[in-house]
């Protein structure tokens, strides 16, 4: 029995591995061309790393090109849009976890009807919604609409946070002398602080890196965000592999620092949502 045990643990073990790899490979790839000079681009066929580093891709997409501009407006748009839904979905998922008004189950499922559209059919539609407001080719425009299309996802997010909070907590600090308000701030908002981080970290992955309507919306590199940026790495009769991976490198750095300061709050925000009681 012991000898099945310890089998299936080294197998579950070797899976876990298999896809850890799996996973991180394409990162591993990205960095190893971002260092490979031109020259070895070709030259040296698939290797696992190149004979020669060079980090002129990096002072290349640092000093020549458009890309602090793209890394800033993306550092802006990921961040107000984290932020605001963040604090709209932690008000609006508390609402719908305490309180029981006419329509609410209405309301719930229109915003579960707004996750079903496929994004490509609202391009047009906003577009024609924006463009009379002077909203597009703009990042108050893309903080906007990132903001509606997430907004559903992190309430619902939150809201099985603030299910999880036992309500007695607030009742005895309402005996206490506390208003609501206190007893939200004081008591149930400190507890749902893995979730706070966990809705963060999804919002801003999903503003860091969405492309479509930073495509569409979007007609000039002053307001471009880093994922249409990496576009004009690709000419019409080539690609420059070195300049956009270096690229890419550099946009994961400020991804891979956030989820380093949330990270303590992120795992155990992940799990705690999804259990009740």
């Known amino acids: 029995m012991n000898s099945y045990s310890t089998f299936g643990t080294a197998l579950h073990r070797l899976a876990i591995l298999c896809y850890v790899l799996f996973a991180l490979f394409p990162l591993f790839w990205l960095l190893k061309v971002s260092v490979t000079p031109n020259d070895l681009l ?136 506390a208003t609501r308000f206190m007893a939200f701030r004081q008591i149930v908002l400190p507890l749902t602080l893995p979730g706070i981080a966990a809705t963060l970290g999804f919002v801003f992955t999903a503003a860091w890196s969405e492309l479509l309507f930073a495509l569409m919306l979007i007609s000039g590199n002053s307001a471009a965000t880093f994922p249409v940026g990496l576009l004009t790495f690709v000419s019409k009769f080539s690609v420059d592999f070195g300049q956009m991976m270096a690229a890419g490198v550099l946009a994961l750095v400020p991804a891979c620092l956030f989820f380093l300061f949330i990270q303590r709050y992120l795992v155990q925000g992940l799990t705690a949502g999804a259990v009740k009681g």
Do not use: C
């Open 42 to 177: 070709y030259s040296e066929g698939v290797r696992m790393w190149p004979s020669r580093m060079s980090f002129e891709h990096f002072r290349f997409v640092l000093a020549h090109s458009a890309f602090p501009v793209f890394f800033r407006n993306s550092m802006i748009v990921a961040g107000a849009t984290a932020v605001i839904v963040t604090l709209l979905a932690s008000l609006s998922g508390y609402a719908l976890s305490r309180f029981t008004f006419r329509g609410k189950y209405w309301l719930v499922a229109l915003m579960l009807l707004t996750q079903m559209f496929p994004l490509v059919m609202l391009v047009a539609p906003i577009f024609k919604m924006l463009s009379p407001l002077g909203l597009t080719n703009s990042l108050t425009g893309l903080v906007v609409v990132y903001t509606a299309f997430n907004i559903p996802f992190a309430t619902f997010l939150m809201q099985s946070f603030f299910d999880g909070i036992p309500r007695e907590l607030e009742e005895a600090a309402k005996i206490d002398g």
